[in-house]
């Protein structure tokens, strides 16, 4: 296909903000997407439950690529029924997909799938894709998904596993969240502040998304972050700075786990863990990153926003 030819993309679960966020970049290089959505909002969202296959399986058939959004929020509390919904639409959703190429006359060229760098753990350790993975529930989540998404070997798609790290970005995200409690002289340093905080900026990662979908050559796991990860301390002085508040007083460890278990209703971990991850593998197959300052990349998303 010419490099030039409009592509299509399905995008299972990108109603939410990378999802949306990688459509409007597609649409900007001239290329379709369609949101694969339980709740069908903008035009040409279509449904699908995320688990069993239906009309929109007929999308897939001739399509150029599936990038996978899929799963459930893990900013919630981890009580039994959210661990099995957190397990659950993830796993679920991999299944259909791939039953659903299986059945293709014309199978997509590749399945993108988002991951998580949590694989990881809780770690200062410097984390490529071959380090060794953590322990804990959100460990588990990944090993099960990225499990699920491996175990089925299609002879004309290839598979590319995105371990994304925190995108910051305009209209959306956790970033926005940060930014109101900075602005509210909250922002301070969370815990112990050594937790490292992988970041990259949302279109380096929807350019990472592209390139897996072009590049013949890339299959696998990919470490889907910048090459700058920064303790949260770092993190949050540098946010204080762009928002224009040079001082918060700390939160510690005690009152964040008070805070998210009964103010938030989510998870401390969260806040309280982190891994220094590098992408390594992109880097090697030439990848550019065209964000790499913190500050400056999060002066530019406020000015945006």
């Given at each position: 296909m010419p490099a030039h030819a409009t592509k299509r993309f399905i995008l299972p679960g990108g109603s939410g903000f990378l999802g949306r966020s990688f459509a409007a970049h597609a649409r900007r290089l001239g290329h379709e997407s369609i949101v694969l959505t339980r709740s069908p909002k903008e035009n040409g969202d279509v449904f699908w439950d995320?688990?069993?296959?239906?009309?929109?399986?007929q999308h897939v058939d001739g399509a150029d690529a599936v990038v996978n959004?899929?799963?459930?929020?893990?900013?919630?509390?981890?009580?039994?029924?959210?661990?099995?919904?957190?397990?659950?639409?993830?796993v679920d959703s991999v299944k259909a997909i791939d039953e659903a190429v299986t059945r293709c006359e014309r199978p997509p060229g590749a399945i993108v799938q988002t991951g998580s760098l949590a694989i990881y753990g809780d770690t200062t350790a410097s984390c490529d894709e071959s380090a060794p993975h953590g322990e804990g529930f959100s460990v588990e989540v990944c090993e099960l998904w990225e499990g699920a998404f491996f175990s089925k070997?299609?002879?004309?798609?290839?598979?590319?596993?995105?371990?994304i790290g925190f995108a910051l970005g305009p209209?959306?995200?956790?970033?926005?969240?940060?930014?109101?409690?900075?602005?509210?002289?909250?922002?301070?340093?969370?815990?112990?502040?050594?937790?490292?905080?992988?970041?990259?900026?949302?279109d380096d990662l929807n350019r990472m998304i592209m390139r897996c979908i072009e590049d013949p050559s890339l299959e696998g796991v990919f470490n889907a972050t910048?090459?700058?990860p920064v303790t949260n301390e770092e993190f949050m002085r540098r946010l204080r700075k762009a928002v224009g508040r040079p001082w918060s007083p700390p939160v510690p460890a005690?009152?964040?786990k008070l805070g998210a278990r009964w103010i938030l209703r989510t998870d401390a971990s969260l806040a309280l863990t982190g891994r220094k991850c590098y992408p390594s593998r992109l880097r090697s197959a030439g990848f550019e990153f065209r964000y790499t300052d913190l500050e400056e990349t999060l002066r530019e998303i406020i000015d945006e926003s």
């Open positions: 995320g688990k069993t296959l239906g009309d929109w399986r959004f899929t799963g459930k929020s893990v900013n919630c509390l981890y009580t039994p029924a959210n661990r099995r919904e957190i397990i659950d639409s993830r070997t299609l002879p004309d798609t290839r598979k590319c596993c995105l371990r209209d959306g995200g956790a970033l926005e969240t940060l930014c109101n409690l900075a602005r509210w002289f909250l922002g301070g340093t969370v815990g112990s502040g050594r937790q490292y905080i992988s970041w990259l900026h949302v910048g090459p700058s005690w009152l964040v």
